[in-house]
């Protein structure tokens, strides 16, 4: 059984910085592609950063310079460090594996940047 389980969301405040953390299991980690999505309210999901080796990434332009995605395949665990918040960055943030074609999802963890 595939499980994602993220941490690390959280309120702060505009120019602060969380750290969240997605620990996974059920999947050959190492060889999954991972990312971070998020979605806010009346918006669709959208990709924020995806890993699929440690030197290989992808960021959306809204988050490009602010965040970074990086993954512990010892501790099967991927984490994207924000910097910079902005108010537009509150959503709630969904971690994704991409194993064979197929997708497999976190809860959700809830970010909310405000003064």
């Known amino acids: 059984q595939v499980q994602l389980v993220e941490s690390g969301g959280g309120l702060v405040q505009p120019g602060g910085s969380l750290r969240l953390s997605c620990a996974a299991s059920?999947?050959?980690?190492?060889?999954?592609?991972m990312g971070w999505y998020r979605q806010a309210p009346g918006k669709e999901r959208e990709l924020v950063a995806g890993i699929i080796s440690g030197v290989i990434t992808n960021y959306a332009d809204s988050v490009k310079g602010r965040f970074t995605i990086s993954r512990d395949n010892a501790k099967n665990t991927v984490y994207l460090q924000m910097n910079s918040l902005k108010p537009e960055d509150t959503a709630v943030y969904y971690c994704?594996?991409?194993?064979?074609?197929?997708?497999?999802w976190g809860q959700g963890t809830q970010v909310t940047v405000s003064s």
């Open positions: 059920g999947i050959p980690f190492s060889i999954s592609a």
């Open positions: 994704n594996a991409k194993y064979k074609m197929v997708n497999f």
